[in-house]
């Protein structure tokens, strides 16, 4: 019944004032999380109502899903010695995946697609059991995005700036003025919502066509992708990697800590003061670091240049991992980048574009 249910309830104009306050009766039984505004900066948080949603936003420097879905630093086990003397046996102890529910609305579909990049690292042959949890017990309401920024690209790399795909998430949303388009994309988005509206018609449909038209035409960054994974094959030698490593890269990661489809983590163990206990913790790690490649023997990606090349052809290269690109166009590298290294420029001196 529920599927019939999602067929039929699929699309509907509803009042924001409908649209907010069911929203925030959400928040009897999950943890409302959402975009809202931090100084000059719009930050994904908990809040309490809707009131501190700032849902006309452009961008957010750490992306939603993998900072909800993967936190950047959590405990996995706890070691302690059972006896005063620190001697004999040691207990060990598994922290066991909990997830609070949670209602995580506003993500763009940047960052919804990344989501679902990240589900193919974390919920394939090999799930991570922490990360399922999280996935499983977060709504995932998606917004379309028209405020395009700066550094965007997503355009090109077919995750924006409106959503096409239709799995993987709950609900879509978008801004027609006093209303919201919404689509109900999945059985758990139809069983919770109860806020009143009206089918969409085929004249709603069309103001949402007109809608990601605009959207299209304020983009100033642009990848021709045809091609690409054969070009960064060739172009392994490419004076553009050593000018670029060696004059701008400061090999700080803020690329990689700031974006979405980034999924490597690092595990430590670490003593307590007084020898009688430890814990196992995984945190994000980079591949812009000099030791992320340090196996016994020294380091196979020793040069800056090696670990930029690293970074930039696992997200322009379809080839490289699960058949699709590696980056979703969010631009947070660009933005985020000290001396401001851009993907797109990179991709423009390999094909001989003009900048």
């Not at 086990?77 to 995946?97: N, Q, R, S, Y």
């Not at 998606?142 to 995750?159: D, K, R």
């Not at 392994?236 to 990689?256: F, G, K, Q, Y």
């Not at 591949?287 to 992320?292: D, L, R, S, T």
Request: proline residues 4%; charged residues 25%.
């Amino acid at each position: 019944m529920t599927g019939a249910r999602v067929l039929l309830k699929s699309k509907l104009l509803v009042a924001k004032k409908e649209f907010l306050p069911w929203f925030d009766s959400l928040g009897e039984n999950f943890e409302l999380i959402g975009p809202a505004q931090e100084g000059p900066e719009t930050v994904f948080r908990k809040v309490g109502s809707s009131a501190e949603l700032n849902l006309d936003y452009k961008s957010t420097m750490l992306p939603p899903g993998k900072t909800f879905l993967f936190p950047a630093q959590e405990d996995l086990f706890t070691f302690t010695w059972k006896t005063a003397d620190l001697k004999g046996e040691i207990a060990v102890d598994e922290v066991l995946p909990q997830a609070a529910k949670k209602a995580l609305i506003g993500i763009h579909p940047c960052d919804l697609n990344a989501v679902l990049y990240l589900d193919r690292t974390y919920l394939g042959a090999y799930k991570d059991p922490h990360y399922e949890a999280r996935r499983k017990n977060t709504v995932l309401i998606a917004l379309n995005c028209e405020q395009v920024g700066p550094n965007c690209f997503c355009s090109s790399m077919g995750a924006g700036p409106f959503l096409k795909a239709e799995a993987g998430y709950d609900m879509l949303l978008t801004d027609m003025g006093d209303d919201y388009l919404v689509e109900l994309k999945s059985d758990r988005a139809a069983e919770l919502f109860t806020a009143s509206g009206r089918n969409a018609s085929g004249d709603d449909l069309v103001r949402k066509d007109e809608k990601e038209k605009t959207a299209l035409g304020k983009f100033k960054k642009f990848v021709r992708t045809e091609g690409l994974d054969s070009i960064l094959a060739k172009n392994t030698d490419h004076p553009v990697w050593s000018t670029t490593a060696d004059e701008r890269c400061l090999s700080c990661a803020n690329c990689v800590m700031v974006c979405p489809t980034c999924f490597c983590y690092n595990i430590v163990d670490e003593m307590s003061m007084d020898l009688a206990s430890a814990r196992r913790f995984r945190h994000w790690d980079a591949c812009q670091g000099k030791k992320f490649a340090e196996v016994h023997g020294g380091n196979f990606r020793l040069r800056r240049l090696a670990r930029l090349r690293q970074f930039v052809t696992h997200k322009l290269d379809q080839t490289f991992q699960y058949g699709v690109f590696g980056t979703v166009g969010c631009g947070r590298c660009i933005t985020w980048c000290p001396t401001h290294i851009d993907l797109t420029e990179i991709v423009k001196e390999l094909t001989h574009e003009p900048s």
